[in-house]
């Protein structure tokens, strides 16, 4: 028998578990966790920051890829194309995984759906302007390739928040869910932020320690 929202909330209320609780119990009574669209959804989310961090920290170690191409260039542009593409699968299975999953009559509403376009047009912002501050190479890990900036970009977005690239993609995820009414699309991004967060604490380290290096690097005398 699926749970529904009202019932969920007396239960919270009478073994006075926390709120988070409470919102992840209603979210798993519309989630099957068996279907294949929601596991196909939860290894995508988790396969991609796995392979671009291991693929471009493999490259940092042995610059297979750069002489491959020849080019370090070429190298970041051909794995942004590969994690582009993998992006896409991602969208496609998320989305997939919605749509055969229930939704949840309290979030077909316009107010949800007017936030849901919020946040998507939120996201968007970040995740462009983001691109346009770091331009391609920046982007799609070039620093693990040697293709640096003079220095940090500290600019727009990054004067707001941090990482500003991964929160902007995991509001486009949160705006989506709540668009398509999709409990499930609410519990994949959860999901997506838990990727993100983890990526996050593996590759800020070597970020701040390879721009360290660089600005400390002494000059050559001429």
């Given at each position: 028998?699926?749970?529904?929202?009202?019932?969920?909330?007396?239960?919270?209320?009478?073994?006075?578990?926390?709120?988070?609780?409470?919102?992840?119990?209603?979210?798993?009574?519309?989630?099957?966790?068996?279907?294949?669209?929601?596991?196909?959804?939860?290894?995508?989310?988790?396969?991609?920051?796995?392979?671009?961090?291991?693929?471009?920290?493999?490259?940092?170690?042995?610059?297979?890829?750069?002489?491959?191409?020849?080019?370090?260039?070429?190298?970041?542009?051909?794995?942004?194309?590969?994690?582009?593409?993998?992006?896409?699968?991602?969208?496609?299975?998320?989305?997939?995984?919605?749509?055969?999953?229930?939704?949840?009559?309290?979030?077909?509403?316009?107010?949800?759906?007017?936030?849901?376009?919020?946040?998507?047009?939120?996201?968007?912002?970040?995740?462009?302007?983001?691109?346009?501050?770091?331009?391609?190479t920046g982007t799609f890990l070039g620093d693990y390739f040697g293709i640096l900036k003079e220095a940090r970009v500290t600019t727009f977005p990054f004067n707001?928040?941090?990482?500003?690239?991964?929160?902007?993609?995991?509001?486009?995820?949160?705006?989506?869910?709540?668009?398509?009414?999709?409990?499930?699309?609410?519990?994949?991004?959860?999901?997506?932020?838990?990727?993100?967060?983890?990526?996050?604490?593996?590759?800020?380290?070597?970020?701040?320690?390879?721009?360290?290096?660089?600005?400390?690097?002494?000059?050559?005398?001429?």
């Amino acid at each position: 028998m699926r749970l529904h929202y009202s019932n969920l909330c007396w239960t919270c209320v009478f073994l006075s578990l926390p709120a988070d609780l409470c919102v992840m119990t209603w979210l798993l009574g519309y989630v099957d966790p068996s279907d294949s669209s929601f596991v196909a959804a939860i290894l995508a989310i988790a396969f991609n920051p796995l392979y671009w961090n291991v693929v471009a920290r493999w490259e940092h170690r042995t610059r297979k890829l750069s002489r491959a191409f020849h080019s370090p260039h070429l190298a970041c542009y051909a794995l942004g194309g590969s994690i582009l593409l993998l992006n896409l699968l991602r969208s496609h299975c998320f989305t997939q995984a919605m749509l055969h999953q229930p939704l949840a009559e309290g979030l077909d509403h316009p107010a949800a759906y007017g936030l849901g376009l919020a946040l998507l047009g939120l996201g968007s912002m970040f995740v462009l302007s983001s691109f346009f501050a770091l331009g391609f190479t920046g982007t799609f890990l070039g620093d693990y390739f040697g293709i640096l900036k003079e220095a940090r970009v500290t600019t727009f977005p990054f004067n707001i928040l941090d990482n500003p690239m991964y929160w902007g993609s995991t509001a486009n995820y949160l705006g989506w869910a709540i668009v398509h009414a999709s409990p499930t699309g609410l519990l994949l991004t959860a999901v997506v932020a838990l990727t993100y967060v983890v990526a996050v604490l593996y590759e800020e380290p070597f970020t701040t320690e390879i721009y360290r290096r660089k600005a400390y690097r002494p000059c050559r005398r001429s």
